[in-house]
């Protein structure tokens, strides 16, 4: 019982027992997951067996599909509740960021879009402009985008490389100290090159952030991910260290789909 | 082998006689358009003068200027703006951005759809209901204009909500997750990305406004106040109904007097849509995504 509760401080994300409904259709079947604090957990699994959903339970972003959606089981984000009754959806995604598949940087200049998050939820007190230019300086720095872009910081981030931006869609989460950044197959949009900067830089946040990223990518997930967890059809079927997962899969599912045999 | 057949001539020949027959259509279309302005132009051009823009009609209104209805018009208009515009914004927004698609809410947007095709002259009476008896404000500017603004209601909530919706969802997404509130999305992203929008479709309602005579001729207009209003309970003067008034209830007036109204009252309506066509283009330019 006490390793029980010390094992669940180690958590960062701890989803147990949901099940997801869209209207009539069940999306998830059941799901469980650990995720420990500051680690990297790659999700896998042919399209369609509800990573996305899944990843989008956690910041409850499905909800604004309206009560179409119904979920079931728990959600706990450091040791929280994401689906008790009093939980503010707005601080659960300060706390849980998120990054697309397409880069969807806002209409605004690069340095506003670092801001954005960031002035969204400060609470009452005015930054001078050299504190806002310490918070973009160290949040772009953070992803490696500083020298690319110190000198335009109004250039509207909507004209920059697809992989500029989202280096820029995952600095505009940094100001507001999430705990947890969930990403969702975000470098599909990217050519090889710049998946490979991507990857180099999520290998970099972990420790100071819990990732969750969904992959397409077997190669991605076995180079940047210290778990993975492969779900099929709605279903979790197997979750371990990546090395372990991809050598000795237990499950012959697991096996079949690493070895693209699900296309 | 790549010669062209009997069938290639035959499809090259239909192809012209359709093109040519297009092009006349469009031609037809915009002939009308040519003549009235050159008419105007040629008819009405002698009577511009500053005095004709700047003075009152006089010897019952044969001679002399435009300028109460010139300014009764510019009235009307902003009055009627000041009350459309807020009203069909925040409906827009509503329905654009909060409104839960359900059967009400389709039902809205039905009868939104529909009271754009009711006839100005229904507008004209209800206006005479509403504002001039029930809510007592009289023949007046306020009556008058509160009956154009229902009228144009129903096209600014469509223009304003089409602008709207034209914004990438991409954006409206990157807000929420990142705990930005519909409120702030709207107030923050939506907004700004659309303005043009909403801005350049409310101009060019509120152009079509300044022409109509039916709602403002039982509610607020007068065919013969030579004093400019002091007030929004005022009645007025309006450049549609003076045109009517000159053309069908006053005899003798000459003839350039009545082209001279008519090209002001449509250069009027030209300058507002050219005002927003620029502005549009402006604003164009200067967004990228
Ligand atoms: N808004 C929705 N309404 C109804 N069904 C949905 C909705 N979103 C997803 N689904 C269904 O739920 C299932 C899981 O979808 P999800 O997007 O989570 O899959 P995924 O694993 O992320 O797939 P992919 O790899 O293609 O992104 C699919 O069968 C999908 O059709
Ligand atoms: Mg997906």
Redesign the pocket.
């Known amino acids: 019982m006490a390793d029980a509760t010390t094992a669940a401080k180690d958590l960062a994300i701890d989803v147990r027992g949901v099940s997801l409904w ?2 009539t ?1 069940q ?1 998830l079947y059941e799901v469980n997951l650990e995720v420990k604090r500051g680690s990297i957990t790659a999700l896998i ?10 990843l ?1 339970s956690v910041n409850r972003i499905n909800e604004r ?1 309206g009560s ?1 959606v119904r979920t079931t089981g728990s959600i706990h984000v450091l040791q929280h509740d994401v689906l008790a009754e009093d939980v503010e959806p707005a601080r659960l995604r300060k706390e849980v960021g998120m990054v697309f598949q397409r880069p969807n940087p806002l209409p605004l200049s690069v340095r506003d879009n670092v801001l954005f998050a960031h002035k969204l939820h400060r609470t009452g007190q005015r930054y001078t402009r050299a504190q806002e230019d310490g918070i973009v300086e160290e949040a772009l720095s953070t992803v490696l985008l500083w020298d690319e872009v110190k000198d335009d910081l109004d250039r509207k981030a909507t004209t920059l490389s697809l992989e500029a931006q989202q280096k820029l869609c995952i600095a505009r989460l940094l100001p507001v100290k999430p705990s947890v950044i969930l990403m ?2 975000p470098t599909s949009a990217l050519d090889p090159a710049a998946t490979e900067a991507l990857e180099e830089l999520i290998w970099e946040l972990r420790g100071d952030y819990t990732i969750l990223i ?1 992959t ?1 990518n077997m190669a991605q997930a076995r180079r940047a991910s210290e778990e993975t967890a492969f ?1 099929l059809l ?1 279903r979790m079927v197997e979750h371990g260290p990546t090395e372990e997962l991809f050598l000795r899969p237990h499950d012959q599912q697991t096996a079949d789909y690493i070895e693209g045999r699900y296309g | 082998m790549f010669a062209a057949t009997a069938l290639d001539h035959r499809n090259r020949r239909t192809q012209r006689a359709f093109k040519a027959l297009f092009g006349l259509m469009t031609l037809m279309l915009i002939t009308p358009v040519i003549i009235i302005l050159t008419v105007l132009v040629v008819k009405g051009g002698p009577a511009l003068s500053m005095e004709f823009l700047f003075s009152a009609p006089s010897n019952g209104m044969t001679a002399g200027g435009i300028f109460p209805a010139l300014v009764g018009t510019v009235w009307l208009v902003a009055v009627a703006l000041l009350a459309s515009v807020p009203v069909g914004v925040a409906s827009a927004i509503y329905l654009a951005e909060y409104a839960p698609d359900n059967w009400f809410t389709r039902l809205i947007n039905l009868a939104i759809i529909n009271l754009a095709g009711v006839p100005s002259i229904v507008h004209a009476l209800f206006g005479v209901g509403a504002f001039v008896l029930f809510a007592g404000f009289g023949e007046s500017i306020l009556a008058a204009s509160l009956t154009l603004a229902v009228m144009t209601l129903p096209v600014v909530i469509v223009a304003t909500r089409e602008s709207l919706q034209a914004v990438p969802k991409a954006f409206r997404e990157a807000c929420w997750n990142m705990g930005a509130t519909r409120w702030q999305t709207i107030w923050k992203v939506v907004l700004p990305n659309s303005i043009s929008g909403i801005l350049t479709g409310v101009i060019l309602e509120v152009s079509r406004t300044s022409g109509e005579t039916a709602p403002i001729m039982f509610t607020g207009a007068a065919l013969f106040l030579p004093f400019l209003p002091q007030g929004v309970l005022d009645q007025t003067m309006a450049l549609s109904l003076h045109l009517f008034v000159l053309s069908t209830q006053v005899p003798n007036v000459p003839e350039h007097l009545e082209y001279g109204v008519a090209l002001v009252l449509i250069g009027m309506v030209l300058a507002m849509n050219a005002l927003s066509i620029g502005f549009r283009v402006y604003l164009r330019g200067r967004k990228k995504w």
């Open positions: 869209y209207g259709f999306a699994g042919p399209s369609g067996c509800g990573k996305s959903t899944l989008r599909l179409y969702d197959e969904v397409h779900m709605g």
